[in-house]
């Protein structure tokens, strides 16, 4: 069996290591020439982790990741700590840590294990076909690669989905902007081992620790789309949006380099069921899109890689059998992840803000419970409980 992937992001890769593993030959095609990921760094939750454990790489995600000990929501503007709490109880629960890493370092691993000499860079799909018995991708220089099989993990603006769905999926606006990268570890700003959150006014600012030393920090900022901003001025931007939040986050503003800083206007797309038609099959972003509240977008590409190698390895009523079983699998809980993931944002970006204040107020009162049966029922559910 010959697999076609369209695009070598974390949702491809971990497809192509997970059809190699199942006797598979895997060609990646993936339209960059080099892959610059749009975010500094992600949390791979306990059902993430566990599907990279299932792909065989336990111990190199575990040196990616970071020291992940507890969480802190502390109040922006005094500084106050609203709840800490010990993250144990979700790592027992779940039967694996979860691991902060930075993407670069995830990106490289994973290219490692899938095997660079399948990966073609600056190979840009233009157009897929199929006849009886195989599948045929177009690249934009006109050369042609056909297989029994086509996983198109070609991201949010998926051309794939558009082949799969006949039409051009609406990307909806989350509401926010989001500023992400890596600084070094300052317990000035937060103890090392924890991911601290400073909420106010529908504002975040994140850190959480990754390996060698660094934070991963992230700001949410509500506002429209659309808007440009130069890197020169991403600082200034930052400073006035959280001009009066503690000083912990003035130090983390201080701290940021620009030039590796990104801003990523954050949209999701609403679910939609069919991943599949014949030979092709979605993966990743490309069929289910969601803003980043819950941390589970990649989590989510990883979970559905481990369910499409393990529906092509076992059901043997052929190719297009196997991909609807896979999508039959993953739909409803991506798909329900999602939408918890949409109904997250609206909660903490102060769109009502009553409902924010709301969130704000039980944050005094919380002793980590409710949080981390949120966490949990995130990681619940997984192909690998
Ligand atoms: P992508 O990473 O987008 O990869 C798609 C690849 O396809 C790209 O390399 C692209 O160049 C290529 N491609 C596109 N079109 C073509 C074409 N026509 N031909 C060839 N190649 C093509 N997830 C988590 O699990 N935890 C987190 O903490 C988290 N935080 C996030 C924070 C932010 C700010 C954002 C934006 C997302 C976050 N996510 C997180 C989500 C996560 O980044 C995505 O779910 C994940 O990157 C999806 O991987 P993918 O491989 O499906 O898509």
């Known amino acids: 069996m010959k697999a076609i992937i369209i695009g070598a ?37 306990s059902n993430g982790v566990k599907c990279l454990n299932f792909l065989g790489l336990e111990a190199q995600v575990r ?14 503007h005094s500084g106050r700590t609203m709840t800490a709490f010990d ?9 694996q840590r979860a691991y902060p890493v930075a993407r670069a370092e995830l990106q490289n691993m994973l290219m490692d294990a899938c095997g660079r000499e399948n990966i073609t860079l600056g190979a840009e799909l233009v157009e897929v076909w199929e006849d009886e018995s195989q599948v045929h991708a177009r690249f934009a220089d006109g050369s042609v690669a056909s297989g029994d099989y086509l996983i198109g993990a070609d991201g949010a ?37 924890r991911w601290t959150t400073f909420v ?13 030393g660094r934070f991963y920090f ?66 990743g972003d490309a069929a289910h899109n969601t803003s980043p509240d819950i941390g589970q977008g990649g989590c989510m590409a990883m979970e559905d890689a481990v369910v499409l190698g393990i529906a092509l390895q076992v059901n043997t009523l052929g190719v297009q059998d196997a991909l609807i ?8 809980r991506a798909g329900e992840l999602v939408l918890r993931a949409r109904r997250r944002a609206a909660e903490t970006h102060g769109f009502d803000m009553a409902e924010t204040q ?3 107020d039980g944050l005094w009162t919380e002793d980590g419970s409710r949080i981390m049966r949120g966490l949990l029922s995130n990681i619940e559910g997984n192909p690998l409980d």
């Open 200 to 212: 106010a006014d529908g504002k975040r600012a994140s850190v959480m620790p990754v390996a060698d």
């Open 358 to 360: 709301a969130w704000y």
């Open 157 to 193: 603006h998926s051309l794939v989905r558009s082949y799969v769905l006949g039409e051009k999926l609406p990307r909806d606006y989350s509401g926010y902007v989001n500023f992400n990268g890596l600084v070094a570890i300052d317990p000035a700003i937060a103890p090392a081992d």
């Open 218 to 283: 992230f700001f949410d900022v509500p506002g429209p789309a659309g808007q440009t901003v130069e890197r020169a001025d991403f600082k200034d931007t930052l400073r006035q949006h959280f001009a009066d939040f503690a000083a912990p986050v003035q130090r983390l503003i201080d701290a940021i380099e620009p030039e590796r800083t990104n801003r990523v206007e954050i949209f999701d797309i609403t679910p939609f069921h069919t991943w599949t038609r014949g030979r092709v099959a979605l993966l």
């Open 9 to 45: 992001g974390m949702g491809g890769l971990c497809a192509g290591i997970a059809l190699q593993r199942i006797g598979h030959e895997v060609a990646v095609y993936e339209r960059v020439r080099e892959i610059r990921p749009v975010g500094a760094a992600l949390s791979l939750w």
């Open 87 to 95: 993250l144990a109880p979700v790592y027992e629960t779940a039967g």
């Open 325 to 332: 079983r896979y999508q039959n699998r993953r739909a409803p």
């Open 63 to 76: 040196a990616l990741g970071g020291q992940m000990d507890s969480m802190a929501y502390v109040e922006g």
